[in-house]
């Protein structure tokens, strides 16, 4: 088991690893995916955004790490709280080909870890020099020390635990491209997570998600993905303030500024996990923007690098995360 020390090493290592893959590969004009790494929102719900794979002869691999960081206090006036505080990573490797010029499979896997994290000063200073000071993380909560925390209606009290590394659970889907536009993919979770309670769901889920795609005036392509997921209750604490049937809508475009260089900006939006808990954190949509840049020099794979925010305080998205991704 990896420490939290190690958590700071762990992604410079994975994208080390990363630049060595393939040079050949897709001219993707594609959003990235985005999966929630917040453990309120994957340890229910499957859903993910979906990007539009192009017809290729070739494997598809997509790596795509992100590290966020979160501080989250929701304190009630009948003394009860809970508190999420910690950074998270994960690691996931998607690979997918297809089978016909219209049918795909893919599957995916990530490797994951939660920590005590070291970025609480420097977020610290700069909510402060942005004017927009979060209590939670500069007053209410000790720097760079991990909780997760929950006390229910019903009197249980959750308290879960950090791990340096563990396996997420497995999807697995096929996809289905109606024309050069549309694409539908269903996708399968297995609970196969070796992480602490929380972590992971715990048992499968269904997501559907479509993917429209419509380029325009040369340089824009506008994407956006509709997603419908199940996921029976689980046999934990939380069960019975636990949601099954899930909803997702995301909207984004791609700008192609210089050659194959390119910025984007995506809004994910994801339903509630969770009802009656008292907390937003929990009984709230979540609401994200995922936004940065791509590029690709030659014939190269194609780097992300991007950030994903919060745009809705009341919800239960991590503050801030740092994401580093490639794909060919």
């Known amino acids: 088991m990896l420490t939290s020390s190690s958590g700071r090493t762990l992604p410079a290592l994975l994208l080390l690893a990363a630049s060595g893959a393939g040079t050949g590969g897709l001219r993707a004009q594609s959003l990235p995916p985005y999966a929630a790494v917040n453990p309120v929102v994957s340890s229910r719900s499957g859903l993910m955004t979906q990007p539009y794979?192009?017809?290729?002869?070739?494997?598809?691999?997509?790596?795509?790490?992100?590290?966020?960081?979160?501080?989250?206090?929701?304190?009630?006036?009948?003394?009860?709280?809970?508190?999420?505080?910690?950074?998270?990573?994960?690691?996931?490797?998607?690979?997918?080909?297809?089978?016909?010029?219209s049918i795909f499979v893919m599957a995916s896997l990530g490797l994951e870890g939660a920590y005590n994290g070291f970025l609480d000063p420097f977020l610290n200073w700069?909510?402060?020099?942005?004017?927009?000071?979060?209590?939670?993380?500069?007053?209410?909560?000790?720097?760079?020390?991990?909780?997760?925390q929950i006390e229910l209606p019903n009197g249980v009290v959750i308290?879960?635990?950090?791990?340096?590394?563990?396996?997420?659970?497995?999807?697995?889907?096929?996809?289905?491209?109606?024309?050069?536009?549309?694409?539908?993919?269903l996708m399968l979770t297995l609970p196969t997570s070796t992480g602490p309670a929380g972590f992971g769901r715990g048992v499968a889920s269904t997501?559907?998600?479509?993917?429209?795609?419509?380029?325009?005036?040369?340089?824009?392509?506008?994407?956006?993905?509709?997603?419908?997921?199940?996921?029976?209750?689980?046999?934990?604490?939380?069960?019975?303030?636990?949601?099954?049937?899930?909803?997702?809508?995301?909207?984004?475009?791609?700008?192609?500024?210089?050659?194959?260089?390119?910025?984007?900006a995506n809004v994910i939006y994801l339903s509630p996990q969770y009802h009656g808990t008292g907390f937003a954190a929990l009984d709230q949509r979540e609401l994200t923007i995922d936004f940065g840049g791509l590029f690709?020099?030659?014939?190269?794979?194609?780097?992300?690098?991007?950030?994903?925010?919060?745009?809705?305080?009341?919800?239960?998205?991590?503050?801030?995360?740092?994401?580093?991704?490639?794909?060919?």
Do not use: C
Request: charged share 25%; proline share 5%; glycine share 8%.
């Open 53 to 101: 794979l192009d017809p290729t002869p070739r494997w598809r691999f997509n790596l795509l790490v992100d590290y966020a960081n979160s501080a989250e206090l929701n304190e009630r006036a009948d003394g009860r709280s809970y508190v999420l505080d910690g950074e998270y990573l994960r690691a996931d490797l998607m690979l997918s080909r297809d089978v016909t010029r």
């Open 126 to 148: 700069y909510h402060d020099f942005i004017r927009l000071p979060v209590p939670a993380r500069s007053e209410d909560r000790p720097e760079n020390e991990f909780a997760d």
């Open 159 to 185: 308290d879960r635990q950090r791990d340096g590394a563990f396996i997420g659970d497995l999807r697995i889907g096929a996809g289905w491209r109606v024309t050069r536009h549309l694409q539908t993919v």
């Open 207 to 264: 997501n559907l998600v479509t993917t429209g795609r419509f380029p325009f005036a040369r340089r824009w392509t506008w994407e956006s993905t509709v997603g419908l997921g199940y996921t029976p209750r689980h046999e934990t604490e939380l069960k019975l303030f636990q949601n099954t049937t899930f909803g997702s809508v995301s909207s984004g475009l791609r700008w192609r500024f210089s050659g194959q260089q390119a910025v984007f």
């Open 296 to 328: 690709r020099i030659g014939n190269g794979p194609e780097w992300q690098v991007g950030i994903t925010e919060d745009l809705a305080p009341a919800g239960p998205a991590l503050d801030l995360s740092f994401r580093v991704g490639v794909r060919y």
